[in-house]
């Protein structure tokens, strides 16, 4: 199991080079690349993309850092998504992903729309969705890992539910799909978000062995999705590693930590990812003790 930790603030901040030296003297192994495709700055917009991937791959695996996992870009709205350069967008995601030796890239579900009451809307919307990256994902060896969200309800502002934020619809995504490039990316600090009806690890057992394959890990106070350190929110963590080990779960361990936690001076960052390292391998080495 990888341990591998979201990597893009690092990168802006250090450069790929001292970023991937200070992760992988932190324990990392690898890293999850958010793919920027709106900033007017970001290379990856240039003619010569596939170069520049392939450079930031070398600066990583130069200091023995893989990348595990791609992110790629969101808040597509329905009507953004059906412009035919966008959906280009997400095909040059995955083609990136597979330069970059990603094995799993996170792609949202479409979801910036009316949901409650739009179930099977969403849904038939997101099959279609998926089902048209799939032969790209299969032809750049790249898996689709499908997210669970959340949202805030637009008029009470409270934390509601939305596309794959129960465990029975992320399976029944997840299980429709029936393709191996499609796969479900866990994200354990969404789960509380929503009022559902499973904790982590009931979530967890009921994806189960087979369809889930990544994560993005992060801790929260079940009020906000802060992205903070594992320990240092409400996720009870025992129980959460306890339901991975029991599944046999043999996908990476992902932090996705927010900008907050890594909002010290430069000098401090390699003490920040030490501290992430030591929590990173604790828990891994929990799940490794509740394997059957």
């Known amino acids: ?16 080079e001292n970023a991937a030296k200070l992760a992988k003297a932190a324990g990392f192994t690898a890293c999850d690349m958010f793919i920027s495709l709106d900033e007017a700055a970001s290379p990856l917009l ?4 596939r170069d520049v991937a392939a450079e930031l791959r070398k600066g990583m695996e130069a200091e023995g850092l893989k990348c595990n996992q791609t992110h790629a870009p969101f808040r597509y709205s329905t009507k953004r998504w059906e412009a035919p350069e966008h959906f280009d967008e997400f095909v040059k995601t995955l083609e990136i992903s597979a330069i970059l030796g990603a094995k799993v890239c996170v792609v949202h579900p479409l979801h910036y729309m009316e949901y409650l009451g739009h179930e099977e809307e ?11 990256l799939i032969p790209y994902a299969k032809e750049y060896g790249v898996k689709i890992g499908v997210e669970n969200m959340w949202r805030r309800h637009p008029i009470r502002r409270n934390i509601s539910f ?25 994200d354990l600090g969404h789960i509380v978000l929503p009022d559902g009806p499973h904790s982590p690890a009931e979530f967890i057992r009921i994806l ?85």
């Open 208 to 292: 189960g062995h087979d369809r889930l394959q990544s994560l993005h890990v992060h801790d929260n106070d079940y009020t906000n999705d802060q992205h903070l350190l594992p320990y240092q929110g409400k996720l009870d963590w025992a129980s959460i590693t306890k339901a991975l080990g029991e599944i046999d779960y043999t996908g990476d361990f992902t932090f996705e930590i927010g900008e907050q936690v890594i909002a010290v001076p430069n000098e401090l960052l390699g003490d920040v990812l030490n501290y992430a390292g030591i929590i990173g391998k604790h828990l891994i080495a929990k799940i490794d003790e509740n394997r059957k």
């Open 162 to 186: 939305d596309t794959c934020s129960t465990a029975e619809e992320f399976v029944r995504y997840v299980d429709t799909l029936d393709s191996e490039y499609a796969v479900a990316c866990l």
């Open 46 to 49: 240039r003619d010569d993309y």
């Open 1 to 16: 199991m990888e341990l591998s930790i979201n990597f893009l603030g690092f990168v802006k901040r250090l450069g790929i």
């Open 122 to 132: 969403v849904f038939a919307l997101n099959m279609d969705y998926y089902r048209r």
